[in-house]
């Protein structure tokens, strides 16, 4: 179905009745982790309030055919970046369309003073990393994006040869939120950001401020049941977590998964690892997603543990211009 350009509106994104009609379109648009209304709203809510970001819909007065998010890169340490999130309508889907979305993408971009611009793209969109390309974007980094089919997969072998360690404790956020109440989120926020630190990025990476961070972490769409972690003593040596999609919770997608430099070589991570997947299991996922850049040591071991790539995340980048 054609769009008529001519008409084309761009509306903010701001109140929960526009979350619901942006919901419409990047849920037509992107391969995995659809989302909630509700949910998105409540991201926004979390901006950092020093933040640079805009959410618009473009509406060509008989649907909208668009939703684009503008973002300062506030996780990098290089300034001047914004990321650039596109979804379309699949059928309404154009160079015209896209160059006139990018277009207001970047004028809002500088508009802010912003140098540079990020977009990542998967690789089953031909069509939108074509016309990347043809507007100077550059390919960058590529993350293999890989699922294990839980259901059909058989832990238990792995679970009896890689077991949880017996001197270090297992726990859940939940559990740490009860055992020190008063600063339970600064805990895992050091931890998270010195993990951070070894994860391969497109720009350099900046730790999160603590109220970010907490944001995420007290969201109602956080589960804390499901982000464990290895203990010794009080200190947090080795992490990782999974979320159930709110729109399909047969599918999750993993999050960070990181140990402490002084207690590698131990295996920490493949049986913490190997534990959150019994546990994702256990509460009905069929699928579990997660996404790894190319030269990163965690993919291989989730390639060992059963996952398999189905396609690649491409970050592209250009100066605003």
């Known amino acids: 179905m054609s769009t008529n350009l001519v008409h084309l509106v761009e509306e903010p994104v701001t109140a929960l009745a526009d979350f619901e009609r942006a919901a419409l379109v990047r849920n037509a648009w992107v391969l995995i982790d659809p989302q909630l209304p509700k949910e998105m709203y409540t991201y926004m ?43 379309f309508l699949p059928d309404a889907f154009s160079p015209e369309l896209f160059a006139e979305a990018l277009g207001r993408a970047l004028r809002h971009i500088r508009g802010f003073g912003g140098t540079k611009v990020s977009v990542w793209s998967f690789s089953p969109k031909a069509e939108l990393i074509q016309e990347l390309t043809r507007h100077g974007f550059e390919a960058g980094q590529k993350n293999p994006v890989s699922g294990c089919m839980l259901q059909e997969f058989d832990l238990e072998p792995w679970s009896a040869q890689y077991p949880l360690p017996s001197d270090l404790r297992l726990v859940t956020a939940a559990q ?32 999160l401020a603590h109220e970010v961070f907490e944001a995420g972490l007290l969201s109602p769409f956080t589960n804390l049941e499901t982000v464990f972690y290895l203990a010794d003593g009080e200190q947090l040596v080795c992490g990782t977590a999974f979320g159930q999609n709110k729109v399909d919770p047969t ?71």
């Open 45 to 87: 809510t979390e901006d950092p309030k020093d933040a640079n970001i805009i959410r618009f819909l473009l509406n060509d007065s008989e649907r909208d055919v668009a939703y684009l998010s503008v973002v300062q890169c506030f996780w990098s340490a290089e300034p001047g970046v914004y990321q650039v999130n596109m979804n």
């Open 176 to 207: 740490l939120r009860d055992e020190f109440p008063n600063d339970w989120t600064r805990r895992l926020h050091d931890f998270e950001n010195i993990g951070m630190q070894d994860v391969p990025l497109p720009q350099p990476f900046q730790p």
């Open 251 to 321: 599918e999750a997608f993993t999050f960070l998964t990181t140990t402490l430099r002084s207690y590698r070589r131990r295996g920490l991570a493949r049986s913490l690892k190997i534990h959150a997947m019994q546990q994702a299991k256990s509460r009905g996922v069929r699928r579990l997603i997660t996404d790894n850049e190319e030269s990163n040591p965690m993919l291989q071991l989730n390639l060992a543990l059963g996952f398999r790539v189905f396609m690649d995340a491409v970050n592209f980048s250009r100066s605003v211009g």
